[in-house]
């Protein structure tokens, strides 16, 4: 009996080496990665300057604690706020616990304005955590299921609907904030449209709210911007970062600009390990590297190439009913469920997601070259194809629905 708590369904391969976006198991078999470690080794596994500076940190300093000034800190959170245009930043170490402090900001805010019971917008399909509050602000009741009573002061809407969020302005008075990611990862790789953030941005203007964007999944170059709210040009007021930042080093961040920015006073929220000098020294050779190697322009050609070439393929076959995405995030949605591919893509050495049942989501690193995005392709295409022809053989029916 594995003495781990089971709490993921693994897949029976183990990892012990890996070079760019290539891993290999304990046999020695060798995988193309299109996972990333879900959206977390941007430059790849094993990067030679990445690793160099780690080498170097570790060396010098691991851990001190926030009792005390910590320079890579004070750097990491220049860096972050020029990036980005926000003002300040918490460090902590998770994407759960980014959250947990905009969640923080958002009730602050609401009780200086003399709200008691403030309240959040959030988003049907939205995945912000596994804490007791994230798991509340999720909307996946696979998320929530047995850990009831959830938190209170979550107002749900549908994704990437206005009006919906319009109608709560209109009658529920306790509402401070919204909190939504721009491209839902979890909830199966879904775009809102170019205006909704724009329209986000002014009914929260309007309703003095704070506009709260995770982008734990979406951020530090993923979508070909350093974030995915700069490809609609209107800032947050709140903005979070995880999995991408510190290339597998763990490392969260909540980023505040204007009101927002001052809520927090000292003892108000903390951390033991967040943005201590191992963490920082990994994000900022993280983006020292997506800057000067031109990831984001790599993210951009890269998934413009696969999406293409998966609609190209994918053409006209029953069963495939949407590709979408943005940079290096891409969903491929069919009619059926379909999480067997992703066994099917292990036994020909891809490594690739199903979320939400139905959705095939890749992640690839962001160092992925276009040879490899053509093998990606060439190996996931017939297995989709054949996988839905079963299907349709299968469930007629389900052809015409
Ligand atoms: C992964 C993820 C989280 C949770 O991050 P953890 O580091 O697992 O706590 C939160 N929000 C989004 C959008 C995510 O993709």
Not at 40 to 52: K, M, Y
Not at 62 to 73: A, D, F, G, K, R
Not at 314 to 331: N, Q
Not at 363 to 390: D, N
Request: charged residues 20%; aromatic residues 6%.
């Amino acid at each position: 009996m594995s003495h781990v708590m089971n709490t993921y369904a693994r897949l029976p391969v183990a990892f012990v080496r890996g070079e760019g976006c290539w891993l290999w198991d304990t046999n020695g078999r060798r995988y193309l990665d299109a996972m990333a470690g879900v959206a977390v080794c941007g430059l790849g596994h094993g990067h030679p300057r990445f690793v160099a500076a780690l080498r170097e940190q570790i060396g010098g300093l691991i851990h001190t604690s926030n009792l005390y000034e910590i320079t890579l800190q004070e750097k990491l959170a220049d860096r972050l706020a020029a990036i980005s245009g926000m003002d300040n930043v918490f460090f902590c170490n998770s994407g759960c616990e980014a959250n947990e402090a905009a969640i923080k900001l958002a009730r602050l805010y609401g009780h200086s304005k003399d709200i008691e019971a403030p309240a959040i917008v959030v988003l049907e399909k939205a995945f912000h955590g596994r804490t007791i509050a994230t798991l509340s602000a999720t909307g996946s009741r696979k998320v929530q299921a047995g850990f009831e009573p959830l938190v209170a002061g979550f107002v749900r809407v549908p994704f990437d609907d206005l009006a919906a969020v319009k109608r709560v302005a209109e009658n529920n008075r306790n509402v401070v904030a919204v909190l939504v990611e721009l491209l839902q990862g979890e909830g199966g790789v879904n775009v809102c449209a170019d205006n909704y953030l724009q329209g986000l941005r002014e009914i929260c203007d309007a309703q003095g709210w704070l506009l709260m964007l995770d982008e734990v999944q979406s951020g530090t170059g993923r979508t070909g911007k350093w974030f995915a709210f700069q490809h609609a040009g209107a800032r947050p007021d709140v903005m979070t970062l995880a999995k991408g930042l510190g290339n597998g080093v763990p490392i969260g961040a909540c980023l505040a600009a204007g009101a927002a920015a001052q809520l927090f006073k000292s003892g108000s929220h903390g951390s033991t390990f967040g943005g201590n000098p191992l963490a920082c020294a990994a994000a900022l050779a993280t983006l020292a590297i997506i800057e000067d190697e031109r990831l984001m322009e790599n993210a951009v050609k890269i998934g413009d190439f696969i999406r293409g070439e998966l609609a190209q393929r994918l053409a006209g076959t029953k069963g495939v009913k949407e590709i979408r995405g943005k940079g290096l995030m891409i969903g491929i949605e069919l009619d059926y469920a379909c999480g067997e591919l992703v066994q099917q893509a292990l036994e020909r050495g891809l490594l690739i997601n199903v979320t939400v049942d139905n959705v095939i989501r890749m992640l690839p690193p962001l160092v992925f070259t276009g040879e490899q995005a053509e093998l990606l392709v060439a190996t996931l295409t017939p297995l989709i194809t054949e996988f839905l022809s079963r299907q349709n053989a299968d469930q007629p029916a389900a052809q015409t629905a």
